[in-house]
Protein backbone atom coordinates (compact mmCIF):
# COMPACT_ATOMS: atom_id res chain seq x y z
CA UNK A 1 0.00 0.00 0.00
CA UNK A 2 2.81 2.17 0.61
CA UNK A 3 4.64 1.83 -2.65
CA UNK A 4 0.90 2.01 -4.37
CA UNK A 5 0.58 5.67 -2.65
CA UNK A 6 4.15 7.19 -3.52
CA UNK A 7 3.69 6.14 -6.77
CA UNK A 8 0.19 8.05 -7.11
CA UNK A 9 2.08 10.92 -5.32
CA UNK A 10 4.68 11.14 -7.82
CA UNK A 11 3.01 13.15 -10.29
CA UNK A 12 1.65 16.01 -8.16
CA UNK A 13 5.15 16.12 -6.27
CA UNK A 14 6.71 16.47 -10.52
CA UNK A 15 4.15 18.98 -11.54
CA UNK A 16 4.65 21.08 -8.23
CA UNK A 17 7.88 20.85 -8.38
CA UNK A 18 8.27 22.31 -12.03
CA UNK A 19 5.40 24.89 -11.69
CA UNK A 20 7.36 26.28 -8.74
CA UNK A 21 10.29 26.72 -10.81
CA UNK A 22 8.80 28.41 -13.33
CA UNK A 23 8.31 31.68 -11.01
CA UNK A 24 4.60 32.21 -12.57
CA UNK A 25 2.74 34.31 -10.24
CA UNK A 26 -0.90 34.60 -9.91
CA UNK A 27 -2.70 37.56 -8.58
CA UNK A 28 -5.86 36.95 -6.72
CA UNK A 29 -8.65 39.67 -7.19
CA UNK A 30 -9.99 39.75 -3.84
CA UNK A 31 -10.88 43.75 -3.45
CA UNK A 32 -12.09 46.88 -4.93
CA UNK A 33 -15.47 44.87 -6.14
CA UNK A 34 -19.30 46.17 -6.10
CA UNK A 35 -22.19 45.05 -7.06
CA UNK A 36 -25.60 45.82 -8.14
CA UNK A 37 -28.85 44.01 -7.97
CA UNK A 38 -31.21 43.86 -11.52
CA UNK A 39 -30.53 44.02 -14.70
CA UNK A 40 -29.00 46.39 -16.74
CA UNK A 41 -31.74 47.62 -19.76
CA UNK A 42 -30.13 47.42 -23.29
CA UNK A 43 -28.95 50.23 -25.52
CA UNK A 44 -29.79 50.06 -28.91
CA UNK A 45 -26.91 48.41 -30.13
CA UNK A 46 -27.50 45.61 -27.43
CA UNK A 47 -25.09 46.88 -24.71
CA UNK A 48 -25.82 46.99 -21.64
CA UNK A 49 -26.41 50.54 -20.26
CA UNK A 50 -25.00 50.05 -16.93
CA UNK A 51 -21.17 49.51 -18.53
CA UNK A 52 -21.66 53.28 -20.07
CA UNK A 53 -22.25 54.62 -16.37
CA UNK A 54 -20.52 56.73 -14.36
CA UNK A 55 -17.74 54.49 -12.22
CA UNK A 56 -19.03 56.85 -9.59
CA UNK A 57 -22.79 55.74 -9.86
CA UNK A 58 -24.06 55.49 -6.09
CA UNK A 59 -26.55 52.46 -7.12
CA UNK A 60 -23.23 50.38 -7.30
CA UNK A 61 -22.29 49.17 -3.09
CA UNK A 62 -18.75 48.02 -2.27
CA UNK A 63 -18.92 43.96 -1.69
CA UNK A 64 -16.00 41.64 -0.71
CA UNK A 65 -16.40 39.37 -2.95
CA UNK A 66 -18.23 39.06 -5.96
CA UNK A 67 -21.08 36.44 -4.37
CA UNK A 68 -24.77 36.66 -2.53
CA UNK A 69 -24.93 40.05 -2.26
CA UNK A 70 -27.31 41.04 1.25
CA UNK A 71 -30.70 41.82 0.49
CA UNK A 72 -31.61 39.43 -2.40
CA UNK A 73 -35.46 38.79 -1.44
CA UNK A 74 -35.32 36.48 -4.54
CA UNK A 75 -33.94 38.33 -6.99
CA UNK A 76 -32.31 36.47 -9.52
CA UNK A 77 -29.99 39.01 -11.82
CA UNK A 78 -26.61 40.89 -10.35
CA UNK A 79 -24.18 42.99 -11.84
CA UNK A 80 -20.48 42.80 -10.12
CA UNK A 81 -17.34 44.70 -11.83
CA UNK A 82 -13.96 45.60 -10.70
CA UNK A 83 -10.79 47.32 -11.74
CA UNK A 84 -8.27 45.33 -12.90
CA UNK A 85 -5.11 45.86 -11.79
CA UNK A 86 -1.42 46.83 -13.28
CA UNK A 87 0.99 43.92 -13.81
CA UNK A 88 3.40 42.62 -16.79
CA UNK A 89 1.37 40.34 -18.27
CA UNK A 90 2.40 37.94 -22.03
CA UNK A 91 -0.65 36.25 -22.26
CA UNK A 92 -3.29 37.15 -19.49
CA UNK A 93 -6.31 35.28 -18.88
CA UNK A 94 -9.17 35.65 -15.81
CA UNK A 95 -9.25 32.37 -13.88
CA UNK A 96 -12.59 31.56 -11.82
CA UNK A 97 -13.59 28.68 -10.23
CA UNK A 98 -17.50 28.39 -11.26
CA UNK A 99 -20.72 31.09 -11.81
CA UNK A 100 -24.14 30.63 -9.79
CA UNK A 101 -25.25 30.03 -12.55
CA UNK A 102 -24.52 31.96 -16.08
CA UNK A 103 -22.49 35.06 -16.77
CA UNK A 104 -21.68 37.81 -19.09
CA UNK A 105 -18.12 39.49 -19.14
CA UNK A 106 -18.00 43.16 -20.65
CA UNK A 107 -14.97 45.05 -20.84
CA UNK A 108 -14.19 48.40 -22.47
CA UNK A 109 -17.79 48.49 -24.06
CA UNK A 110 -17.12 44.44 -25.47
CA UNK A 111 -18.98 41.41 -24.19
CA UNK A 112 -15.53 38.93 -23.89
CA UNK A 113 -16.86 36.11 -22.46
CA UNK A 114 -20.68 34.03 -21.96
CA UNK A 115 -21.62 30.68 -20.39
CA UNK A 116 -25.39 30.09 -21.02
CA UNK A 117 -27.53 32.01 -22.68
CA UNK A 118 -29.37 34.90 -21.50
CA UNK A 119 -33.51 35.77 -23.09
CA UNK A 120 -34.80 38.56 -23.58
CA UNK A 121 -35.84 38.84 -19.71
CA UNK A 122 -32.01 38.11 -18.93
CA UNK A 123 -33.22 34.96 -17.60
CA UNK A 124 -31.47 31.84 -18.78
CA UNK A 125 -31.59 27.84 -17.90
CA UNK A 126 -28.37 25.88 -16.26
CA UNK A 127 -25.74 25.62 -18.51
CA UNK A 128 -23.26 23.48 -16.06
CA UNK A 129 -20.66 24.56 -13.36
CA UNK A 130 -17.24 24.40 -15.26
CA UNK A 131 -14.22 26.34 -14.61
CA UNK A 132 -13.87 29.68 -16.47
CA UNK A 133 -11.06 31.55 -18.66
CA UNK A 134 -11.21 34.72 -19.63
CA UNK A 135 -9.07 35.81 -21.83
CA UNK A 136 -8.41 39.45 -21.62
CA UNK A 137 -6.47 41.98 -23.75
CA UNK A 138 -2.72 43.35 -23.53
CA UNK A 139 -4.02 46.48 -22.05
CA UNK A 140 -6.58 45.63 -19.96
CA UNK A 141 -5.18 47.31 -16.75
CA UNK A 142 -7.20 49.70 -15.09
CA UNK A 143 -10.33 49.23 -17.25
CA UNK A 144 -13.42 48.16 -15.54
CA UNK A 145 -14.50 44.15 -15.97
CA UNK A 146 -18.50 43.87 -15.65
CA UNK A 147 -19.94 40.76 -14.98
CA UNK A 148 -23.49 40.08 -15.53
CA UNK A 149 -25.22 37.04 -13.73
CA UNK A 150 -28.41 35.39 -13.43
CA UNK A 151 -29.48 32.76 -11.07
CA UNK A 152 -32.59 31.12 -9.88
CA UNK A 153 -30.49 28.92 -7.70
CA UNK A 154 -29.84 29.41 -3.77
CA UNK A 155 -26.62 31.26 -4.21
CA UNK A 156 -25.67 34.06 -7.53
CA UNK A 157 -22.08 35.24 -8.47
CA UNK A 158 -18.86 34.01 -8.96
CA UNK A 159 -17.50 31.36 -6.48
CA UNK A 160 -14.52 29.99 -5.27
CA UNK A 161 -10.64 32.08 -6.39
CA UNK A 162 -10.87 34.90 -8.79
CA UNK A 163 -7.37 35.71 -9.79
CA UNK A 164 -5.59 36.82 -13.20
CA UNK A 165 -2.59 34.68 -14.36
CA UNK A 166 -1.08 33.38 -17.40
CA UNK A 167 -2.72 31.13 -19.76
CA UNK A 168 0.22 28.53 -19.14
CA UNK A 169 0.46 28.82 -15.56
CA UNK A 170 -3.36 28.68 -15.52
CA UNK A 171 -3.50 25.37 -17.69
CA UNK A 172 -0.18 24.03 -15.52
CA UNK A 173 -2.19 24.78 -11.86
CA UNK A 174 -5.16 22.53 -13.33
CA UNK A 175 -2.96 19.38 -14.29
CA UNK A 176 -1.34 19.66 -11.00
CA UNK A 177 -4.24 20.47 -9.29
CA UNK A 178 -5.81 17.68 -10.07
CA UNK A 179 -3.70 15.13 -10.41
CA UNK A 180 -4.25 13.69 -6.72
CA UNK A 181 -8.22 13.88 -8.12
CA UNK A 182 -6.94 11.82 -10.76
CA UNK A 183 -5.11 9.11 -9.17
CA UNK A 184 -6.96 8.36 -6.73
CA UNK A 185 -10.24 8.39 -9.41
CA UNK A 186 -8.65 5.24 -10.77
CA UNK A 187 -7.38 3.60 -7.98
CA UNK A 188 -11.48 3.86 -7.28
CA UNK A 189 -12.54 2.93 -10.52
CA UNK A 190 -10.27 -0.11 -10.45
CA UNK A 191 -11.54 -0.75 -7.26
CA UNK A 192 -14.74 -0.82 -8.47
CA UNK A 193 -14.03 -3.22 -10.91
CA UNK A 194 -12.08 -6.01 -8.65
CA UNK A 195 -15.78 -5.61 -6.11
CA UNK A 196 -17.78 -6.18 -8.72
CA UNK A 197 -16.06 -9.30 -10.13
CA UNK A 198 -16.31 -10.57 -6.59
CA UNK A 199 -19.56 -10.00 -6.42
CA UNK A 200 -19.77 -12.58 -9.00
CA UNK A 201 -17.57 -14.92 -7.45
CA UNK A 202 -17.97 -14.72 -3.19
CA UNK A 203 -21.24 -15.13 -1.32
CA UNK A 204 -21.09 -12.45 0.45
CA UNK A 205 -22.65 -10.12 -2.57
CA UNK A 206 -23.99 -7.38 -0.86
CA UNK A 207 -21.00 -6.25 0.76
CA UNK A 208 -19.32 -6.20 -2.43
CA UNK A 209 -21.78 -5.03 -3.69
CA UNK A 210 -21.89 -2.02 -1.76
CA UNK A 211 -17.78 -1.46 -1.91
CA UNK A 212 -18.12 -1.65 -6.15
CA UNK A 213 -21.19 0.93 -5.81
CA UNK A 214 -19.29 3.29 -3.85
CA UNK A 215 -16.47 3.43 -5.17
CA UNK A 216 -17.79 3.51 -8.67
CA UNK A 217 -19.49 6.67 -7.36
CA UNK A 218 -16.80 8.38 -5.73
CA UNK A 219 -14.47 8.00 -8.80
CA UNK A 220 -17.18 9.18 -11.05
CA UNK A 221 -17.66 12.24 -8.55
CA UNK A 222 -14.44 12.89 -8.45
CA UNK A 223 -13.33 12.58 -12.29
CA UNK A 224 -16.65 14.82 -13.37
CA UNK A 225 -15.45 17.54 -10.78
CA UNK A 226 -11.60 18.00 -11.64
CA UNK A 227 -10.86 20.81 -13.44
CA UNK A 228 -8.97 18.43 -15.47
CA UNK A 229 -12.43 17.24 -17.16
CA UNK A 230 -12.94 20.18 -18.60
CA UNK A 231 -9.73 20.39 -20.89
CA UNK A 232 -10.56 16.07 -21.86
CA UNK A 233 -14.22 17.44 -23.09
CA UNK A 234 -15.97 20.84 -22.69
CA UNK A 235 -18.98 19.73 -22.08
CA UNK A 236 -19.88 21.27 -18.60
CA UNK A 237 -23.57 19.99 -18.14
CA UNK A 238 -22.60 16.52 -19.37
CA UNK A 239 -19.78 16.31 -16.37
CA UNK A 240 -22.48 18.23 -14.07
CA UNK A 241 -24.78 15.35 -14.60
CA UNK A 242 -22.14 12.42 -14.23
CA UNK A 243 -20.76 14.39 -10.84
CA UNK A 244 -24.82 14.61 -9.75
CA UNK A 245 -25.09 10.46 -10.39
CA UNK A 246 -21.84 9.90 -8.56
CA UNK A 247 -22.49 12.33 -5.75
CA UNK A 248 -26.49 11.47 -5.38
CA UNK A 249 -25.48 7.57 -5.30
CA UNK A 250 -22.79 7.99 -2.11
CA UNK A 251 -25.68 7.58 0.58
CA UNK A 252 -26.83 5.02 -1.30
CA UNK A 253 -23.46 2.83 -1.38
CA UNK A 254 -22.50 3.68 2.13
CA UNK A 255 -26.18 2.21 3.15
CA UNK A 256 -25.75 -0.70 1.58
CA UNK A 257 -22.33 -1.34 2.97
CA UNK A 258 -22.81 -0.46 6.34
CA UNK A 259 -26.31 -2.62 7.13
CA UNK A 260 -24.34 -5.37 5.38
CA UNK A 261 -21.76 -4.69 8.21
CA UNK A 262 -24.00 -4.27 10.67
CA UNK A 263 -26.15 -7.02 10.66
CA UNK A 264 -25.85 -8.45 13.65
CA UNK A 265 -27.61 -5.26 15.03
CA UNK A 266 -30.73 -5.54 12.71
CA UNK A 267 -30.56 -1.31 11.05
CA UNK A 268 -33.62 -1.62 9.27
CA UNK A 269 -33.72 2.18 9.22
CA UNK A 270 -30.21 1.80 7.08
CA UNK A 271 -32.22 0.06 4.74
CA UNK A 272 -34.94 2.43 4.71
CA UNK A 273 -32.68 5.50 3.95
CA UNK A 274 -30.45 3.57 0.82
CA UNK A 275 -34.21 2.75 -0.40
CA UNK A 276 -35.19 6.60 -0.34
CA UNK A 277 -31.56 7.66 -1.70
CA UNK A 278 -32.18 4.93 -4.62
CA UNK A 279 -35.45 6.57 -5.91
CA UNK A 280 -33.59 10.44 -5.49
CA UNK A 281 -31.15 9.16 -7.62
CA UNK A 282 -33.67 7.98 -10.25
CA UNK A 283 -36.06 11.03 -9.71
CA UNK A 284 -34.01 13.47 -9.98
CA UNK A 285 -31.80 12.62 -12.86
CA UNK A 286 -34.74 11.81 -14.71
CA UNK A 287 -36.63 14.41 -14.05
CA UNK A 288 -33.94 16.65 -14.99
CA UNK A 289 -33.30 14.75 -18.29
CA UNK A 290 -36.91 15.20 -19.19
CA UNK A 291 -36.28 18.80 -18.64
CA UNK A 292 -38.72 19.20 -16.01
CA UNK A 293 -36.44 20.70 -13.41
CA UNK A 294 -32.94 21.98 -14.00
CA UNK A 295 -30.33 19.81 -12.56
CA UNK A 296 -29.22 22.68 -10.33
CA UNK A 297 -32.30 22.84 -7.99
CA UNK A 298 -31.80 18.98 -6.96
CA UNK A 299 -28.56 19.81 -5.67
CA UNK A 300 -29.78 21.74 -2.85
CA UNK A 301 -32.52 19.17 -2.25
CA UNK A 302 -30.21 16.36 -2.19
CA UNK A 303 -27.71 17.97 -0.31
CA UNK A 304 -30.42 18.82 3.06
CA UNK A 305 -31.34 15.12 2.74
CA UNK A 306 -27.81 14.00 2.89
CA UNK A 307 -27.75 15.96 5.42
CA UNK A 308 -30.20 14.13 7.81
CA UNK A 309 -29.49 10.90 5.83
CA UNK A 310 -25.56 11.17 7.62
CA UNK A 311 -26.87 12.18 11.04
CA UNK A 312 -29.61 9.13 11.15
CA UNK A 313 -27.27 6.96 9.74
CA UNK A 314 -24.14 7.78 12.14
CA UNK A 315 -26.21 7.70 14.80
CA UNK A 316 -27.98 4.32 14.21
CA UNK A 317 -24.60 2.60 14.49
CA UNK A 318 -22.92 5.08 17.09
CA UNK A 319 -25.29 4.13 20.01
CA UNK A 320 -24.30 0.52 19.82
CA UNK A 321 -20.42 1.94 19.56
CA UNK A 322 -19.99 -0.42 22.91
CA UNK A 323 -20.92 -3.32 21.24
CA UNK A 324 -19.17 -3.23 18.47
CA UNK A 325 -15.83 -4.99 17.39
CA UNK A 326 -12.61 -3.60 16.17
CA UNK A 327 -13.37 -3.65 12.73
CA UNK A 328 -16.95 -2.21 12.91
CA UNK A 329 -15.27 0.91 15.19
CA UNK A 330 -12.67 1.32 12.40
CA UNK A 331 -15.60 1.64 9.65
CA UNK A 332 -17.79 3.67 12.22
CA UNK A 333 -14.08 5.88 12.57
CA UNK A 334 -13.82 6.01 8.69
CA UNK A 335 -17.56 6.84 7.88
CA UNK A 336 -17.55 9.43 10.02
CA UNK A 337 -14.24 11.29 8.92
CA UNK A 338 -15.87 10.68 5.31
CA UNK A 339 -19.36 12.17 6.45
CA UNK A 340 -17.85 15.25 8.26
CA UNK A 341 -15.44 15.98 5.35
CA UNK A 342 -18.98 15.95 2.83
CA UNK A 343 -20.46 18.32 5.55
CA UNK A 344 -18.13 20.83 5.02
CA UNK A 345 -17.73 20.76 1.26
CA UNK A 346 -21.49 21.32 1.32
CA UNK A 347 -21.03 23.95 3.88
CA UNK A 348 -18.18 25.46 1.57
CA UNK A 349 -20.46 24.79 -1.76
CA UNK A 350 -23.38 26.57 -0.32
CA UNK A 351 -20.94 29.76 0.87
CA UNK A 352 -21.74 29.05 4.76
CA UNK A 353 -18.00 28.63 4.66
CA UNK A 354 -15.32 30.42 3.28
CA UNK A 355 -13.72 28.96 0.02
CA UNK A 356 -10.79 26.23 0.53
CA UNK A 357 -10.29 22.88 -1.65
CA UNK A 358 -11.99 20.28 0.88
CA UNK A 359 -10.02 16.96 -0.11
CA UNK A 360 -13.10 15.18 -0.37
CA UNK A 361 -10.79 12.85 -2.52
CA UNK A 362 -8.78 11.89 0.85
CA UNK A 363 -12.04 11.05 3.13
CA UNK A 364 -13.52 8.83 -0.12
CA UNK A 365 -9.93 7.03 -0.81
CA UNK A 366 -9.61 6.95 3.13
CA UNK A 367 -13.36 5.21 4.06
CA UNK A 368 -13.09 3.06 0.62
CA UNK A 369 -9.73 2.14 1.96
CA UNK A 370 -11.29 0.92 5.22
CA UNK A 371 -13.91 -1.16 4.26
CA UNK A 372 -11.17 -2.66 1.46
CA UNK A 373 -8.78 -3.81 3.79
CA UNK A 374 -11.13 -5.25 6.27
CA UNK A 375 -12.90 -7.10 3.35
CA UNK A 376 -9.16 -8.27 2.35
CA UNK A 377 -8.83 -9.99 5.95
CA UNK A 378 -12.12 -11.58 5.58
CA UNK A 379 -11.60 -13.50 2.26
CA UNK A 380 -7.91 -14.38 2.68
CA UNK A 381 -8.36 -16.98 0.82
CA UNK A 382 -8.74 -15.49 -2.23
CA UNK A 383 -5.42 -13.92 -1.96
CA UNK A 384 -3.88 -15.21 -5.10
CA UNK A 385 -6.10 -13.88 -7.03
CA UNK A 386 -6.36 -10.41 -5.31
CA UNK A 387 -2.02 -10.73 -5.60
CA UNK A 388 -2.49 -10.66 -9.89
CA UNK A 389 -5.07 -7.81 -9.39
CA UNK A 390 -2.97 -5.78 -7.85
CA UNK A 391 -0.04 -6.40 -9.99
CA UNK A 392 -2.56 -5.41 -12.76
CA UNK A 393 -3.36 -2.46 -10.73
CA UNK A 394 -0.13 -1.30 -9.97
CA UNK A 395 0.59 -1.62 -14.43
CA UNK A 396 -2.21 0.46 -14.75
CA UNK A 397 -1.70 3.03 -12.14
CA UNK A 398 2.07 3.48 -13.54
CA UNK A 399 0.62 3.79 -17.21
CA UNK A 400 -1.20 6.73 -15.76
CA UNK A 401 1.26 8.43 -13.99
CA UNK A 402 3.53 8.37 -17.31
CA UNK A 403 0.93 9.57 -18.77
CA UNK A 404 0.68 12.42 -16.42
CA UNK A 405 4.18 12.64 -16.41
CA UNK A 406 4.17 13.15 -20.26
CA UNK A 407 1.53 15.88 -20.13
CA UNK A 408 3.70 17.80 -17.50
CA UNK A 409 6.54 17.60 -19.86
CA UNK A 410 4.76 18.70 -22.85
CA UNK A 411 3.29 21.20 -20.37
CA UNK A 412 6.96 22.53 -20.18
CA UNK A 413 8.07 22.48 -23.51
CA UNK A 414 5.49 24.96 -24.18
CA UNK A 415 8.32 27.62 -23.89
CA UNK A 416 8.33 30.48 -25.66
CA UNK A 417 12.19 31.28 -25.19
CA UNK A 418 15.18 30.97 -27.30
CA UNK A 419 17.63 28.56 -25.27
CA UNK A 420 20.45 29.77 -26.51
CA UNK A 421 20.21 33.85 -26.73
CA UNK A 422 17.38 33.90 -24.35
CA UNK A 423 15.03 36.43 -26.32
CA UNK A 424 11.69 35.28 -27.73
CA UNK A 425 11.32 32.09 -30.41
CA UNK A 426 9.46 31.82 -34.03
CA UNK A 427 6.96 30.24 -31.77
CA UNK A 428 6.44 33.13 -29.52
CA UNK A 429 7.29 35.62 -32.61
CA UNK A 430 4.26 33.98 -34.89
CA UNK A 431 1.63 34.27 -31.96
CA UNK A 432 2.69 38.01 -31.18
CA UNK A 433 2.10 39.19 -34.74
CA UNK A 434 -1.39 38.05 -34.97
CA UNK A 435 -1.74 39.50 -31.59
CA UNK A 436 0.01 43.08 -32.96
CA UNK A 437 -1.73 42.76 -36.42
CA UNK A 438 -5.35 42.66 -34.45
CA UNK A 439 -4.72 45.64 -32.27
CA UNK A 440 -2.90 47.94 -35.19
CA UNK A 441 -5.72 47.12 -37.18
CA UNK A 442 -8.39 47.77 -34.67
CA UNK A 443 -6.30 50.99 -33.39
CA UNK A 444 -5.18 52.57 -36.65
CA UNK A 445 -1.43 52.57 -35.19
CA UNK A 446 1.43 52.07 -36.96
CA UNK A 447 3.55 48.36 -36.84
CA UNK A 448 7.03 47.91 -38.05
CA UNK A 449 8.41 44.88 -38.26
CA UNK A 450 12.22 44.98 -39.36
CA UNK A 451 14.38 41.72 -40.23
CA UNK A 452 17.89 41.85 -38.48
CA UNK A 453 20.70 39.48 -40.02
CA UNK A 454 24.06 39.12 -39.12
CA UNK A 455 26.12 39.25 -42.69
CA UNK A 456 28.66 36.33 -43.57
CA UNK A 457 28.01 34.27 -40.42
CA UNK A 458 28.33 30.81 -42.05
CA UNK A 459 32.20 32.03 -43.34
CA UNK A 460 32.52 33.27 -39.55
CA UNK A 461 31.37 29.88 -37.75
CA UNK A 462 34.16 28.48 -40.13
CA UNK A 463 36.56 30.22 -39.78
CA UNK A 464 35.96 31.01 -36.11
CA UNK A 465 34.23 28.04 -34.75
CA UNK A 466 30.54 27.11 -33.76
CA UNK A 467 31.03 27.93 -30.47
CA UNK A 468 32.67 31.60 -31.03
CA UNK A 469 29.31 31.78 -32.86
CA UNK A 470 26.77 31.23 -30.69
CA UNK A 471 28.72 33.84 -28.20
CA UNK A 472 28.13 36.24 -31.42
CA UNK A 473 24.43 35.37 -31.30
CA UNK A 474 24.24 35.77 -26.99
CA UNK A 475 25.83 38.90 -27.64
CA UNK A 476 23.83 40.08 -30.57
CA UNK A 477 20.87 39.18 -28.66
CA UNK A 478 21.62 41.23 -25.58
CA UNK A 479 22.45 43.86 -27.46
CA UNK A 480 19.46 43.93 -29.54
CA UNK A 481 17.44 43.39 -25.93
CA UNK A 482 18.91 46.29 -24.43
CA UNK A 483 18.62 48.66 -27.47
CA UNK A 484 14.90 48.38 -28.36
CA UNK A 485 11.95 50.05 -26.23
CA UNK A 486 10.38 48.06 -23.77
CA UNK A 487 7.57 47.73 -25.80
CA UNK A 488 9.25 46.18 -28.75
CA UNK A 489 9.75 42.75 -28.88
CA UNK A 490 13.39 40.95 -29.87
CA UNK A 491 12.52 37.14 -31.30
CA UNK A 492 15.05 34.71 -32.79
CA UNK A 493 13.69 32.67 -36.21
CA UNK A 494 16.51 30.58 -36.43
CA UNK A 495 20.18 30.78 -36.88
CA UNK A 496 21.95 33.97 -37.54
CA UNK A 497 18.04 35.93 -38.87
CA UNK A 498 16.47 38.20 -35.58
CA UNK A 499 13.07 39.78 -35.96
CA UNK A 500 12.28 42.98 -34.23
CA UNK A 501 8.56 43.95 -33.76
CA UNK A 502 7.87 47.35 -32.68
CA UNK A 503 3.99 48.50 -32.06
CA UNK A 504 3.17 52.34 -32.57
CA UNK A 505 6.82 53.31 -34.73
CA UNK A 506 7.27 54.38 -37.78
CA UNK A 507 9.58 53.36 -40.65
CA UNK A 508 11.47 56.34 -40.08
CA UNK A 509 11.54 55.74 -36.80
CA UNK A 510 12.74 52.17 -37.01
CA UNK A 511 15.57 53.42 -39.70
CA UNK A 512 16.92 55.64 -36.84
CA UNK A 513 17.38 53.37 -34.32
CA UNK A 514 18.82 50.52 -36.43
CA UNK A 515 21.61 53.34 -37.51
CA UNK A 516 21.90 54.10 -33.77
CA UNK A 517 22.37 49.92 -33.56
CA UNK A 518 24.77 49.64 -36.26
CA UNK A 519 27.08 52.30 -34.93
CA UNK A 520 27.00 50.38 -31.51
CA UNK A 521 27.42 47.51 -32.61
CA UNK A 522 30.79 48.43 -34.93
CA UNK A 523 32.33 49.77 -31.27
CA UNK A 524 30.90 46.15 -29.38
CA UNK A 525 33.85 43.73 -29.39
CA UNK A 526 32.58 40.23 -28.42
CA UNK A 527 35.22 37.46 -26.32
CA UNK A 528 35.56 34.45 -26.88
CA UNK A 529 37.67 32.59 -24.55
CA UNK A 530 40.89 34.56 -24.05
CA UNK A 531 40.71 35.99 -27.52
CA UNK A 532 38.57 39.16 -28.89
CA UNK A 533 36.49 38.15 -31.72
CA UNK A 534 36.13 40.02 -35.04
CA UNK A 535 32.84 42.03 -35.08
CA UNK A 536 30.53 41.14 -37.58
CA UNK A 537 28.25 43.42 -39.66
CA UNK A 538 24.63 43.13 -39.91
CA UNK A 539 21.62 43.88 -42.60
CA UNK A 540 18.74 44.95 -41.67
CA UNK A 541 15.11 45.25 -43.93
CA UNK A 542 12.05 47.55 -42.79
CA UNK A 543 8.33 46.94 -43.40
CA UNK A 544 5.51 49.53 -41.47
CA UNK A 545 2.06 49.45 -42.26
CA UNK A 546 -0.39 50.97 -43.01
CA UNK A 547 3.20 52.47 -44.80
CA UNK A 548 3.76 49.85 -46.73
CA UNK A 549 1.01 47.13 -46.65
CA UNK A 550 -2.82 47.62 -46.00
CA UNK A 551 -2.67 44.36 -43.97
CA UNK A 552 -0.32 43.90 -40.97
CA UNK A 553 -0.02 40.51 -41.63
CA UNK A 554 1.98 41.12 -44.56
CA UNK A 555 4.85 42.64 -43.14
CA UNK A 556 6.80 39.53 -42.60
CA UNK A 557 7.16 39.18 -46.40
CA UNK A 558 8.26 42.90 -47.28
CA UNK A 559 10.48 42.93 -44.63
CA UNK A 560 12.45 39.93 -45.27
CA UNK A 561 12.52 41.55 -49.18
CA UNK A 562 14.12 44.37 -47.84
CA UNK A 563 16.59 42.35 -45.74
CA UNK A 564 17.21 40.37 -49.34
CA UNK A 565 17.81 44.00 -51.07
CA UNK A 566 20.49 45.09 -48.41
CA UNK A 567 22.31 41.61 -49.00
CA UNK A 568 22.11 42.54 -52.68
CA UNK A 569 23.55 45.92 -52.47
CA UNK A 570 26.04 44.58 -50.58
CA UNK A 571 25.38 44.17 -46.52
CA UNK A 572 25.93 46.00 -43.78
CA UNK A 573 23.09 48.27 -44.43
CA UNK A 574 19.29 49.14 -43.85
CA UNK A 575 16.36 48.73 -46.41
CA UNK A 576 12.91 50.05 -46.35
CA UNK A 577 10.25 48.87 -48.21
CA UNK A 578 9.75 50.37 -51.36
Known amino acids: MRRLLLTLLAPLMLAVALIASDGAEAMALDRGWEYRWGDSPLLADGTPAWIAESQGDDAWQPIAFPANPPERDGRRNAWFRVTLPEGEWRDPVLYIDSVDLITQAWLDGERIYQHGHFDA?????????????????????????????????????????????????????????????????????????????????????????????????????????????????????????????????????????????????RPWLLRRIWQLHLGYVVGALGLALAGVVD??????????????????????????????????????????????????????????????????????????????????????????????????????????TQTLQEMVMKLQAFSYQDALTGVHNRRYFDELVEHEAAMARRNG?????????????????????????????????????????????????????????????????????????MEILART??????????TPSISCGIASYPEHAGEPLTLIGLADKALYSAKHRGRSRIVTYA
Open 121 to 265: HGAGGFAGWPWHMIVLPEDFAGKTLYFRVFSDYTAIGLWGEVKLMERPAMLADILTGSAGDLAVSAFLMLLALLAFVFALIQAHRLSFVGIGLFALAASLMLLAETPASQLLLDMPLLWDYLAAAGYYTLPLAMGLMLEHWFADQ
Open 295 to 400: LSITFPIFDALLVVSLIVMFTTIAVRLGALNGEQRLIVLSYGLFALILLVDMAVAHSLLGWWPVPVNGGALGFALAIVGISLWHYRETQQELERLNRSLERQVAER
Open 445 to 517: TPLTITMIDIDHFKQFNDREGHEAGDTVLIGLGRLLTHHFRDSDEVCRLGGEEFVVVMPGATAAMVEARLAEL
Open 525 to 534: RFRYRDRVLD
